[in-house]
Nanobody, 124 residues
Framework: QVQLVESGGGLVQAGYSLRLSCAVS????????MGWFRQAPGKEREFVAA????????NYADSVKGRFTISRDDAKNTGYLQMNSLEPEDTAVYYC?????????????????WGQGTQVTVSS
């Protein structure tokens, strides 16, 4: 089975940047589309960004568009989420996920495999 492990979370001040990484093992990463979701305390898990199997197209939630960039490196079996201009509202546990799909997916139910999450905290 596929396993995913997130890293790169931490505590930063508003306006600064973080890059999250998602290491994938167990299967060939290039066979999956991948995405990032986040969940804050007391809130539902929400879509953040997704990228297709080839890495050629990506989709973003309106709340992060223009600030976050999703990418993938199949040779390293790793996905990334570059987060710039962070805001306190971005504070959440961030999860990476893999979907058996050629195209990018924006619904959590479309993903088959999930990481355990990494905490991102943005102070004002």
């Amino acid at each position: 089975q596929v396993q995913l492990v997130e890293s790169g979370g931490g505590l930063v001040q508003a306006g600064y940047s973080l890059r999250l990484s998602c290491a994938v093992s167990g299967r060939t990463f290039r066979r999956y589309a991948m995405g990032w979701f986040r969940q804050a305390p007391g809130k539902e898990r929400e879509f953040v960004a997704a990228i297709d199997l080839s890495g050629g197209r990506a989709n973003y939630a309106d709340s992060v568009k223009g600030r976050f960039t999703i990418s993938r490196d199949d040779a390293k079996n790793t996905g990334y989420l570059q987060m710039n201009s962070l805001e306190p509202e971005d504070t959440a546990v961030y999860y990476c996920a893999a979907a058996v799909s050629v195209t990018a997916r924006t619904w959590a139910t479309e993903y088959s495999y999930w990481g355990q999450g990494t905490q991102v905290t943005v102070s004002s």
